[in-house]
């Protein structure tokens, strides 16, 4: 069993910047997969960035060259940097990782508002 816990998100104007943080139980080398998804109100959740053992890293092309996905492996901590924020990016945000491809936990949720 793997517990995320976050933290980070809030209220930001337009072009602001925030860090949101998924603290692990688990090493983050047991993971196949970590991702960052969000889900506004209305919409569906989508995959925001994330990226797989020995592949590449994705990024929804909304949020590309903006938003960076990066780990901490010493503290077993997912990051996700979000630059240049907009109103858009408004929903709330969950960590996801994967062990062995098949069991999934996700983080808690975090909301982000961002004010035009």
């Known amino acids: 069993q793997v517990q995320l816990v976050q933290s980070g998100g809030g209220l930001v104007q337009a072009g602001g910047s925030l860090r949101l943080s998924c603290a692990a139980s688990?090493?983050?080398?047991?993971?196949?997969?970590v991702g960052w998804y969000r889900q506004a109100p209305g919409k569906q959740r989508e995959l925001v960035a994330g990226?797989?053992?020995?592949?590449?890293?994705n990024y929804a092309d909304s949020v590309k060259g903006r938003f960076t996905i990066s780990t901490d492996n010493k503290k077993n901590t997912v990051y996700l940097q979000m630059d240049s924020l907009k109103p858009e990016d408004t929903a709330v945000y969950h960590c996801?990782?994967?062990?062995?491809?098949?069991?999934?936990?996700w983080g808690q949720g975090t909301q982000v508002t961002v004010s035009s």
């Open positions: 990226f797989t053992t020995g592949g590449s890293t």
């Open positions: 688990g090493s983050i080398f047991s993971f196949s997969a």
């Open positions: 996801k990782v994967v062990q062995n491809w098949s069991w999934e936990y």
